[in-house]
Structures are given as structure tokens and as C-alpha cells.
Antibody
């Protein structure tokens, strides 16, 4: 059974940094693209970033480009999101999600429970 | 601001059918597959429809999807109370080189 568990969320001041992690199990992690998706309070789902199976292709939403960095460690079955220069509008529940394919398609067949990030002074 | 537009809400009585529309453009829906997600607040989203109209195992056949041109739709027939949730369309956008979700539709069972 596929299992995704996010960690690393918390309260951070504007301008600060956080590193989110996603531990994967139950599937061959290095065969699939992975994504981060977030939901801000009272708003809808927003795609944040993706990384293909061998990290050959990486993409970001315009709202986080230049501030967030996605990476993966296939040896550790882990996905990461380094978030710098955080803004109040980055406050959200951040989900790690598995793509159905090795390339990024946004066909997300498994999701973690999410980790909450709050950016506030 | 999403590039995929959905109605904010739809509602129906138990047993009725509802349709949720998703309007996009040439670089997303017209060119790429559309997927639909059901999100019950407090839980993780789950894929309901993939590749425009295919259902994963375990999803009731009351849910169906279709796509035409730059638009897609999700139909729910025989509404049940457990269908109350938020529904999102999603597609890859070649212009943005990224994924895009719809604005989301809240389904209420009266």
C-alpha cells in the first residue's frame, strides 16, 4: 500500500525558511514523478511544484518560482521542498502527492495527509 | 488565480444528478488530459476521474467525466449524502510548464 507522510511544517516569520519532507513507502519511489500541492485557508487546491522520476525535469508555480526548490533522494525514498523568503500568502496545508507516471502529468493517485505551514509575525 | 474555471457551488437532492463544468484553454484542457479530484475537508484529496473519463477502481460508476475542446465536465448521478465535498478539475498546462487546478466546486446534497 502506498504511504506518503509529510513533515517539517510549522510557524515561521515572514522572510524565513522551512524545509518540508515527504517520506514515501509501498511503491518504487524512483519510478514516479512527485508533486507538492497546497491549500491556503478558505481557498482551493494550488499546484506548487513537480519533479520527474530522475529529477530530469522540474517545474514550479509562478507564485513560488525563485523562492522554493524541490528535490528528491531516491535512495531514501524522500521528497523535499526547500521554502525560502516565505510570505504570509504561503500559509497553507502542503500535500505531497505521487504522479501515476514517471513524467509529470498531475494525475495524482496518492496523497499524504499534509503538513501545515503558517507564515506570520 | 487559476486558469481553469469551475462554478463555485452546485447542489441537488438525494438521487438527483449534477454536472460540474471546467473551462480552460488551448494550452491545458485542449492539449492534455483532465483529471478530477474529490476533497472532503480534513482528508487527503482522491482522484475520481483520470484521463478525461476513466474511473479508478473503487470509484462508483455514478461518477463520469468527459472532455470537449477547451472544456471538461464531471457528472454525478444518483447523488448521495457522502458525495458532499469539494471537486476540482486539473490538467497539465504546456504554456506554464506546470499543473493547474480548477477553482473548485462545492457540492451540497440538500
Amino acid at each position: 500500500e502506498v504511504h506518503l507522510v509529510e513533515s517539517g511544517g510549522g510557524l515561521v516569520q515572514p522572510g524565513g525558511s522551512l524545509r518540508l519532507s515527504c517520506a514515501a513507502s509501498g511503491f518504487n519511489f524512483d519510478d514516479y514523478a512527485m508533486h507538492w500541492v497546497r491549500q491556503s485557508p478558505g481557498k482551493g487546491l494550488e499546484w506548487v511544484s513537480t519533479i520527474t522520476w530522475k529529477s530530469g525535469n522540474i517545474g514550479y508555480a509562478d507564485s513560488v518560482k525563485g523562492r522554493f526548490t524541490i528535490s528528491r533522494d531516491n535512495a531514501r525514498d524522500s521528497l523535499y521542498l526547500q521554502m525560502n523568503s516565505l510570505r504570509p500568502e504561503d500559509t497553507a496545508l502542503y500535500y505531497c502527492a505521487k504522479d501515476k507516471l514517471g513524467v509529470s502529468t498531475i494525475w495524482l493517485d496518492s496523497w499524504g495527509p499534509g503538513t501545515r505551514v503558517t507564515v506570520s509575525s | 488565480q487559476s486558469v481553469l474555471t469551475q462554478p463555485p457551488s452546485v447542489s441537488g437532492t438525494p438521487g438527483q444528478g449534477v454536472i460540474i463544468s471546467c473551462s480552460g484553454g488551448k494550452t491545458n484542457i485542449e492539449t492534455n488530459n483532465v483529471h478530477w479530484y474529490q476533497h472532503v475537508p480534513g482528508t487527503a484529496p482522491r482522484v475520481l476521474i483520470y484521463n478525461n473519463g476513466r474511473r479508478p477502481s473503487g470509484v462508483p460508476d455514478r461518477f463520469s467525466g468527459s472532455k470537449s475542446g477547451t472544456s471538461a465536465s464531471l457528472a454525478i448521478s444518483g447523488l448521495q449524502s457522502e458525495d458532499e465535498a469539494d471537486y476540482y478539475c486539473a490538467s497539465w498546462d504546456d504554456g506554464l510548464n506546470g499543473g493547474v487546478f480548477g477553482t473548485g466546486t462545492k457540492v451540497t446534497v440538500l
